[in-house]
């Protein structure tokens, strides 16, 4: 169905977007290289807990090693920033596995080695003090050698503690 504007030309709505599907080889290949290979994220605790091509979320648990101020036990604003690091890179991968679909699993998780941190910015709004921590990422935009991504850290009870904003080489 079109509708008529004010100007006389008939507008055409557009085609709903479907997005792909991973396949579960894609998604344990790279739950396996975030959550396992890359030995920091490991150290953090970080578990994907959401991977889509539009989306990512990951979850970490607060633990003592974890505790950036003693009198308080909230969280290491390293732990922070790392954490969102992290998060905006795998919502990179996301999008680039989403954008080669054409390819198999395995081909599309080889193309993540040149992935590297451009420039990166946190702001931290509140002290994090929760049993555990939400992260959320998403790609702003996917260029040929840049990706642009902003990611949130939020409590157990959905409180925003820190944004961040992040570029990513690509290529």
Same mark, same amino acid.
């Given at each position: 169905m079109?509708?008529?504007s004010t100007s006389g030309v008939e507008a055409v709505p557009a085609a709903p977007t479907v997005l792909p599907v991973f396949e579960e080889e894609f998604v344990s290949g790279l739950k396996k290289i975030f959550e396992e290979r890359i030995v920091f994220n490991q150290l953090l605790g970080l578990k994907i807990t959401c991977l889509e091509p539009t989306r990512v979320l990951a979850r970490i648990d607060m633990r003592p090693e974890l505790v950036g101020h003693f009198a308080f036990n909230r #969280?290491?604003?390293g732990v922070i920033s790392a954490g969102l690091d992290a998060m905006g890179g795998l919502a990179v991968m996301a999008a680039i596995g989403a954008r080669h679909m054409d390819e198999t699993p395995t081909q599309r998780l080889h193309r993540f080695g040149k992935l590297g941190t451009i420039d990166l910015r946190i702001d931290y709004l509140r002290p994090g003090i929760s049993p555990y921590f939400e992260?959320?990422?998403? #790609?702003?935009r996917l260029g040929s050698r840049v990706a642009s991504t902003r990611m949130e850290f939020l409590g157990a009870d959905g409180?925003?503690?820190s944004t961040g904003a992040a570029a990513y080489i690509v290529s």
């Open positions: 079109t509708k008529k #969280v290491h604003g992260l959320h990422a998403h #790609v702003l409180t925003l503690f």
